[in-house]
């Protein structure tokens, strides 16, 4: 065990962010730290670190060697390469505390090993003396392991190229993994492209490292978790496996939670209802005060805590026209720099399209010029019948100086207050999130803005641009429900994986300039030779009497909860002959490995 804590409390003010907070990280262990906006991660991975202090519980800590990876810095003008590169977390603060320690114990008095403490107090001084020299290596070091020269550690951040820039960020987590018994990350993926992503899942795989993870990317929590800890209403619970396991285990243990609680709830209710006809009808008699001591001793069970969803539903238009955008050897150039190149695309009605690629590499301006923003080369149709509805990912509709509500009024009438607070409250946002100016918001706030304006719209073509960016996991699951719901044409630019999978089912990867189209998910594009990973809705099944399906070496008992997707059916399709699973009428997205064949 390197680190433990046990019911920890944290409150700022008047608000509990944690109030039963528990983890402990074994050598080895790689925990995906998971719950909504402001549910306390942050706050309790700096406890962890030691930069917050708890209110009550107790923390263990059999390591000093801690390393920790905020989020990666912005390009801007105010970083060099060496600020975010950083230096390794706490390396020098850990020999200068040793240092004072020891300077503490001399001063003491106390009967000590002088010898030895004076030479541990000289090897620490030396330590410190070089500390500056090898920091100065590893940087350089680490920049030379991602194909960067040393020369780049005083350019600031936003002279670089945008592969420079997603280098120097790998770098940095180099630098903060080294020579740490466990790494704190804190959305290590926010700001990088699928290719630096899975740079990153293989380079942590292949280092053993034991990893304490908060992120929103379900793909990468798949990839990198074997313990998913979630913290929800200021208490943690723990779920082994990754996050798809976390969700199948999640949904059976609420639906568990209500039925004992529904359960409970009944009896005592009947109970109660006893011991009142028996204290009407025989009132002379103490028989209902022992019926009432008999309720008290129930065994009581808690409700399952509701969580408050994001509603969102985008209303389609008139459908367009078969073909809804070609173009035939498309061309974009930007300040004489050609953007993309000889590029032909055929987006059809009801096209669900995912478009990927490296950072820098033309997502974005190829977007603006299928929407006519920008001049281009080459033929380009878009229909006329084409009703389009684009959400940016810098949230340009959105005017910052105004509030949330009087975003909104401008498009619906000043006149109509209780509806575009209506409209907000469905995405969430209520009091003073709504009041004030939406400069002041945090970045999943302002999305949810620019998301509640294009609900307004009537549309039958969506081009959304990274439109999951700073949403947590919640919101996400949200929006690609309503995605797949859409009844028009979608054009979705992102990094998520998870939602390519689950939304998209035509793959537009743009690289060296061109783009290159694949029919279906991201996984089967990316698959093996032989299985494909897919994302597929499943049904889920109660087991009414026990058997074993041997096709998956598996048995189950009565009360099991199955999630079926329509690849697996033919596996349990002897049970559901025989009766023996009962299905419930739930619904789950759920990652399945299904034969290239089929």
């Known amino acids: 065990m390197l680190l433990k804590a046990e019911s920890v409390t944290k409150s700022f003010g008047p608000v509990k962010v944690l109030t039963k907070a528990d983890l402990q990280i074994n050598r080895g262990d790689s925990v995906g730290l998971i719950g909504v906006n402001g549910a306390g991660k942050s706050t309790f991975m700096k406890i962890f670190l030691n930069e917050v202090k708890c209110d009550t519980g107790e923390l263990t800590r059999n390591t000093n060697k801690i390393g920790y990876l905020p989020q990666f810095a912005e390009s801007s003008s105010a970083y060099t390469v060496r600020d975010v590169l950083g230096r390794p977390y706490g390396h020098v603060e850990n020999v200068k505390r040793r240092m004072l320690e020891i300077d503490d114990l001399m001063a003491s008095g106390a009967n000590i090993d002088w010898n030895s403490v004076t030479e541990e107090y000289a090897s620490l001084e030396s330590e410190l003396a070089r500390s500056g020299a090898e920091d100065e290596g590893l940087l350089s070091a680490s920049l030379e392991k991602v194909g960067l020269p040393a020369s780049l550690m005083e350019r600031t951040m936003d002279t670089l190229s945008g592969g420079e820039r997603t280098k120097v960020m790998l770098a940095r987590t180099l630098v903060q993994a080294e020579g740490c018994d466990v790494l704190f990350l804190d959305e290590p993926t926010s700001h990088l492209d699928i290719e630096t992503v899975e740079w990153l899942e293989d380079h942590l795989l292949d280092s053993k490292q034991t990893l304490v993870v908060i992120s929103h990317d379900r793909y990468f929590l798949d990839r990198i978790a074997t313990k998913m800890t979630e913290i929800s209403f200021g208490k943690t619970r723990e779920y082994k496996g990754n996050y798809s396991a976390f969700v199948m285990k999640k949904m059976i243990e609420l639906e568990r939670m209500e039925a004992e609680f529904k359960k409970y709830s009944a009896n005592k209710r009947r109970q109660e209802e006893i011991a009142e006809t028996m204290h009407r009808d025989q009132w002379f008699f103490t028989t209902h005060k022992t019926r009432r001591k008999m309720i008290e001793r129930l065994e009581e069970k808690e409700a399952p805590e509701e969580s408050k969803e994001i509603t969102v539903k985008i209303q389609a238009a008139q459908k367009s026209g078969k073909n809804v955008i070609i173009s035939k050897g498309l061309k974009v150039s930007l300040n004489g720099n050609v953007i993309i190149t000889d590029t032909d695309l055929d987006v059809m009605k009801g096209d669900k399209i995912g478009m990927f690629g490296a950072n820098g590499s033309g997502k974005t301006t190829l977007i603006r010029a299928l929407l006519g923003k920008i001049p281009s080369e080459g033929e380009l149709w878009v229909a006329p019948g084409a009703k389009i509805g684009y959400f940016s990912q810098h949230h340009d509709r959105l005017d910052l100086n105004l509030t949330a509500e009087e975003q909104i009024l401008t498009v619906i009438g000043k006149d109509k207050r209780a509806e575009a607070r209506g409209m907000l409250a469905r995405m969430l946002l209520t009091g003073d999130q709504v009041e004030r100016p939406m400069g002041t918001l945090s ?65 537009c990867e743009v690289k060296n300039k061109r783009v290159n189209v694949f029919s279906g998910t991201y996984s089967q594009m990316r698959g093996t030779p032989d299985t494909k990973e897919i994302v597929m809705d499943a049904d889920e099944y109660r087991v009414v009497l026990p058997f074993t399906n041997w096709a998956l070496n598996r048995k189950f008992v009565k009360g099991d909860r199955v999630l079926i997707s329509p690849a697996e059916a033919k596996s349990y399709e002897w049970a559901l002959e025989q009766g023996k699973l009962k299905r419930t009428g739930g619904r789950q997205r759920k990652k399945v490995n299904v034969d290239e064949e089929e």
């Open 443 to 507: 970045g999943g706030e302002r999305a949810r803005v620019a998301l509640a304006l294009l609900l307004l719209s009537e549309t039958n073509l969506l081009v959304l641009d990274e439109p999951t960016n700073y949403l947590d996991i919640p919101s996400r699951h949200a929006v690609e429900e309503a995605l797949n719901d859409y009844d028009g044409t979608i054009i979705v630019v992102t990094h998520d994986r998870y939602l390519l999978d689950s939304v998209c089912t035509k793959m």
